[in-house]
């Protein structure tokens, strides 16, 4: 995997033996936040890596903080018309839907201020891997002002609307246990970089066709109505339960080499 | 705010000098219990009071309980035909619908029962505080009825269908810590009503459009396909994040004068 | 409530005084492994059920495990082609949602494996209780599979699209008090066939039609934006809740000879 | 139906022996042009229209034109904000969806320019009757504006979706046959006042049940998922088609007493 | 194909050498009105015809009437409760969904009245042939009735909502080209099952895993978000069109032997 | 509007001064069929027009067809696995998904053949001008195929789900008036491109947030149920109808200046 082409700045990429790409967040300084250049790097990034054969993304930020979301010292600057923060706001959604639809597993590596559009960015991801540093709030209500990266969206569906709607409306902050109780994240670890490229890694050895249902069709499925996402549930299910790549593991597990689901 | 046109005998209303309207269940000795004027007089409040300027509800019952649901024995007087209850129904959901997607922040202060259609009223506020009295309960099934109120559509958002399910097929109670873990309130304290009032001050400082999209948009957006809910979420936030209201806040943040998100 | 008309070799009825239909899923040599003969017996089984009078139904399996999902050496053997596999997956969803929205409350008494696609059945009932021997898995991810029996609709619903992500890249396992916090079952206990029984009968005394709208409005409505739901909820309600069967139930409240809902 | 409680001054209201209402718009001079206080007036009057027991409503305006839709002169000297203008659309979906989902039928009776927002009011009646003068237009593109009183809903209901944006980005206008085989209008007749009397005396025949039935659950049906507006569609017939008043039309049919339907 | 398990007293059945299903409605003398045991048969004939291999349907009705609609003399004999006629209108869609979404075409050779649930069946099938006996309408409201087998969805599908509601309020009857022209049908014959049987044999042609993708793929994304819809679409054009049925077709239209489309 | 970083072989672009660009499919040779490189640069190309400032895009083909659809001697030749297929299906979505969402009016020049996929381009553009010459079919279902770039969306909006099923079934073709009729286009004329460019000019005479709000808010609110759509619509208009851009448009209506509607 060449990334050559990509003309980045506020990002970095790196690649290893796996295929498995770390995609990180290069501005530590301003903790982080999203300004427009990096939504639209972002973008880039996310409509290119699936292609591109990525088995599985890592992402991650540089600094003691994942993201603290939109950048507002630029948006004070810009002093933005309605249609203009509209327009911006489609941007962010196309490289969030990109992350969330495009058939690769990201595992997000989150550690300090997961705020406001950061906490869109994380949501957008697959699995999220919070470390005891971690903490997570929506402070849109304060600032005045409301999410426009998905948080509507992917923020109530991991935590439910009433919780989402307490956080933005007191600025309440979760962290800890709490946060994974809740739904923030799945994992809570001392290391979370580490732990997200052990799950890379095991997400990694599924074939890619399976993780790309995964992490594609099941959004979709959210989206319809459940006797309709039961016949396109089994119409995927048709395509990818008979590839060729799972012939193997399917045999394995007929001949009982395969390793079985344990309880530990 | 002037309440002197509202002609209420179920319900009472005060507001104090931040624009903070308490609406009292005022029939203690039916445990608050729903009838048809109550619901009306439901109505007519949370038509209005959004129109009047408030700037946030406490939703209180006197008594030592919130509210023990329909008035059953109403119910069982009036002898209703179906399409009766289902015009009374409607009533319900106009109340609980202008409640939810009405645009002003709206707390529940819990004690004692909050049972069937108490529940429903119940979540029809965005934030629940309960006390350790609180208990509630969907016991429609044990007496041969079905909820009309929007449990089917809240109370399933707050615990999951499938506790929800549960809770109606047997008669489940939950309460206490219980309580909170599986969504039915936000908080749990010693004094409901008190804290309802702290975090209602709370929110009635974020600008009021901003506080209506929260208590709106969102709503709306659950109702959507994730893609086309990020388009509305765009929109929303190009009108809440561009308003005058909040330029004074994000120069505070510019100028690191307003107050940091910090994890406690 | 006569069986003599079903020919079944994998699943075995049995039916008590009360009306309680207890499914025993019938291969334990295969941990219950779903063939697709036993789909088919689930198929007849759950469409005609409702229509014999069944009040409610436990669903078990016969050995140590409930069920270890599709049957993977057969879906070996026959090398099916995407057309086929899509159509097997079909009657797995005719079967599942028979169970679903069939109106008859079905108890699900697990233990030892809930994986794959017996996760898929286990769900598709309405109510799940584990002992301590349950655990539950989506392993499909490994087997380089997708799921088909509804876990993208009935799983996500349960623990959450993220959660079910997490458990389809990683292999993730859940039990015991975790498994029942992530919302896997509702109950957790020593003997789940046992308490199965309890729920089904507590059940059973409620009203049949009652019992029909928890158990098939309910997910429909799920299926519709809330606004819609709320209509769709206040004519079902007008139909129960004016049912002869429930004016000695109101009468009986009405005369305070009702049991109250007590919070223990 | 007695209106002395309204206080009007853009509709006026009157009421025939058979409960038929008649809505007019009263602004001639303005072409009966839709000013924030006319939507008020309209809220109101809907609210209560179908609680007062109006069989059926004729909506007709004074003058030549039936509406030129929004007020133009009013939103250019009012100079309002984005939020302001949003505020303002609500107040138009809450009368306008009053209309639709009250379940009273409503027959718009046309003539001149339905245009606009007029359209968008003409197209919340159930039955809508154009005249040789009436024509159809959604000018919006053209002044540099976009629909806010529901054409992305209704309008787009009526002529697809694809004929509206043609509408809208070329200012195309539609009538005679061309707009009724459109779908704009169901019929073109001389006198489209004197048709509409006789349409509303001919649904005012109905039971009320019936129509509510009509006038409400299509349109909540048609946001639903086909399947699941199938259940919702048996639980309105449950009740619709069980009342006491239609006893006697089946009987009525019963005997061979009943008009046949025939063609003509 | 035999049909010998199949007890029928209603409907007829009968096969042809191409695999071409007759089923003809069999209560001439009633107008072929649908009593529930109609209803009945048609859910065995249609939950058992798609596993048998019909390859497409014909559906026709004795005597000069396609189908008048719900055996209204049944249904006052009945006198039956809201819930009794709820469950019977779940046994109506049980079939006319079974019909939609089967996956086998099912062409109705219509004739004479097609009125009420006979036009509720009729829009069940997927191709509709009219002759000039043929007249539609709904007279459920004057009867004093709602429709209860999917009017509100398939009829409002064909006309849209509007023509539908003017149908029900005033028992507006279609027929000949107007009624080609709203959408009623798809075609206007001198013999409708002579057109229906041409039909039925050009579809029959088609490999039978495109035609159950035309006739149960659409139905189903109609009812999903359009960007969803699109991902489900992807999924079945990727098992059909690579299904090796193709294959000589594609190899005959590479070397031009195949037919081409022209325009007349 | 410089194209100079475009690398096409298949498609060609040109812009005049008032910028509106002309998108021309270049394999006469081939009909225009789509193979999957032509569909890649239509990603490309629509991924940038919008935010490059066209202000309209007129889309046609090179040759006497508009297009022939999907490219079957490719297909064939290219012997595609499923999950092949339905990835390159993906590309045709997010290219037409683009299009009908990107925010600019495009209107396709129609002549010859506009069959299978060359129907699913000419219905992601906002209008589509036919000349006599045009044909439309859906020839999938002969071909042993199915649709996989939108029809079962696109085409089912425009003609009505019946209407497109009879299409694939049967291979149907329509043309001239009664193509028109059923809505596959909306503009039947002599010369097409000249049409389509006249239609070019007007459109984008509106302001271009007015055009980005009828070529995306629309579709978007097609998928939205009503309630909620019209929520959203409020919020676009409120921006929209605030723009600066629209103030002299209101002026000059207010002053009487401005051009009116009129019925021809």
Redesign the interface.
């Given at each position: 995997m060449n990334f050559d082409s990509f003309q980045l700045e506020n990002l970095a990429l790196a690649v290893d033996d796996e295929g498995i790409v770390t995609v990180s967040l290069n501005r530590a300084a301003k903790r982080n936040a999203l300004n427009a250049a990096t939504v639209d790097e972002l973008v880039e990034v996310f409509s290119r890596l699936p292609r591109m054969g990525a088995r599985a993304v890592i992402l991650r930020g540089e600094g003691t903080h994942f993201c603290a979301g939109l950048d507002?010292?630029e948006?004070?600057?810009e002093d933005?018309?309605?249609?203009?923060?509209?327009?911006l706001?489609?941007r962010?959604?196309e490289a969030?839907?990109k992350m969330e639809?495009g058939g690769v597993?990201i595992i997000a590596a989150l550690k300090g201020?997961v705020?406001g559009g950061g906490l869109e960015l994380a949501s957008s991801a697959?699995?999220?891997v919070a470390d005891h540093s971690t903490?997570f709030?929506l402070?849109?209500?304060?600032?005045?002002?409301?999410?426009?990266g998905?948080a509507?969206?992917?923020v109530?569906?991991?935590v439910?609307?009433?919780?989402?709607?307490?956080m933005?409306?007191?600025?309440r902050?979760y962290?800890g246990d709490e946060a994974i109780?809740v739904?923030l994240a799945?994992y809570l670890v001392e290391d979370s970089e580490a732990k997200a490229l052990e799950?890379a890694r095991?997400?990694a050895?599924?074939?890619p066709?399976?993780?790309?249902?995964?992490?594609?069709?099941?959004?979709?499925?959210?989206?319809?109505?459940?006797?309709?996402?039961?016949?396109?549930?089994?119409?995927?299910?048709?395509?990818?339960?008979?590839?060729p790549?799972?012939?193997g593991?399917?045999?394995a597990?007929?001949n009982k080499t395969?390793?079985r689901?344990?309880?530990?």
């Open positions: 507002l010292v948006h004070h600057t933005r018309r309605p249609e203009e923060f509209m327009h706001c489609l962010w959604h969030f839907n639809y597993p201020a705020v697959h699995i999220r903490y709030a402070p849109e209500g304060q600032r005045g002002l409301f999410t426009g998905g509507t969206i992917r109530a569906d991991l439910g609307k009433a919780r989402m709607i307490d933005m409306l007191t600025g902050v962290k109780s739904g799945q799950i095991a997400a050895t599924n074939p066709l399976s993780n790309f249902a995964i992490c594609s069709a099941i959004s979709h499925m959210q989206n319809m109505s459940a006797l309709d996402a039961a016949y396109a549930e089994s119409v995927v299910a048709g395509i990818v339960n008979t590839q790549d799972s012939r593991r399917l045999e597990f007929a395969a390793a689901v344990r309880p530990d």
